[in-house]
Each structure stands twice: as structure tokens, then as C-alpha cells.
Nanobody
Framework: QVQLVESGGGLVQAGDSLRLSCAAS????????MGWFRQAPGKEREFVAT????????SYADSVKGRFTISRDNAKNTVYLQMNSLKAEDTAVYYC?????????????????WGQGTQVTVSS
């Protein structure tokens, strides 16, 4: 069992930066790929970024590539999402997730555990 708690969301202006954190409980954190998804009002949850268990392999949605960076510190059981050059369209609730397989890792079904989400609002 893994419990995930996100933090770091807030209200910022376009062009600003934010760093989201996701703290995981449980000794098996290192076994899981960690992903970030987001969901805007009236839209489906969409993939943002993901990282392999070691952090050596990462993947990003085209919409955030070059602006967002996912990283993880396995010693601290924490995964981060550094978000730079934020745009109004990045406004959403951001969720972190832990997964170990079952389809493509850029889809929600890959992930077994989810956090409660943190709101990011970017004003233009």
C-alpha cells in the first residue's frame, strides 16, 4: 500500500514557476514508476509526466515538454514536478500517482495509487 500527498500548488501569474511535491508513504516507493496527471474543470484527466523507479527514464506530454521537469528522491520517498513558464492552460488539479504496470505508463490505468490532488491556477 502506498499513500501519496501532494503539495506546492497555488495561484501564480503566467510565466511564473511552481514546484509540486508528492510525498509517499510505504517502504515500496522505489518499486513504482511515478507520474503526474492533471484535470481541468470539464475535462478528462490527462497525462503530464512520468518517471521510472530510478529516475533514469522520463516521459512528458508534448504540451509541457521543455517547461516541466519530473524528478524523484527515493531516499525521501518524494517525487517533484518543476513547472516553469506557466501558462493559463496549465490551470488544473494536479495529481501524482504510483504505478507498477498494466498498459502504457502515460495512461491512468497504469497507476495503482493516487494522491488527493493540488490546485494550480495560472492567471493570464
Amino acid at each position: 500500500q502506498v499513500q501519496l500527498v501532494e503539495s506546492g500548488g497555488g495561484l501564480v501569474q503566467a510565466g511564473d514557476s511552481l514546484r509540486l511535491s508528492c510525498a509517499a508513504s510505504g517502504r515500496t516507493f522505489i518499486r513504482y514508476a511515478m507520474g503526474w496527471f492533471r484535470q481541468a474543470p470539464g475535462k478528462e484527466r490527462e497525462f503530464v509526466a512520468t518517471s521510472s523507479w530510478s529516475g533514469g527514464v522520463t516521459s512528458y506530454a508534448d504540451s509541457v515538454k521543455g517547461r516541466f521537469t519530473i524528478s524523484r528522491d527515493n531516499a525521501k520517498n518524494t517525487v517533484y514536478l518543476q513547472m516553469n513558464s506557466l501558462k493559463a492552460e496549465d490551470t488544473a488539479v494536479y495529481y501524482c500517482a504510483a504505478g507498477s504496470g498494466g498498459g502504457s505508463w502515460n495512461t491512468p490505468r497504469y497507476y495503482d495509487y493516487w494522491g488527493q490532488g493540488t490546485q494550480v491556477t495560472v492567471s493570464s
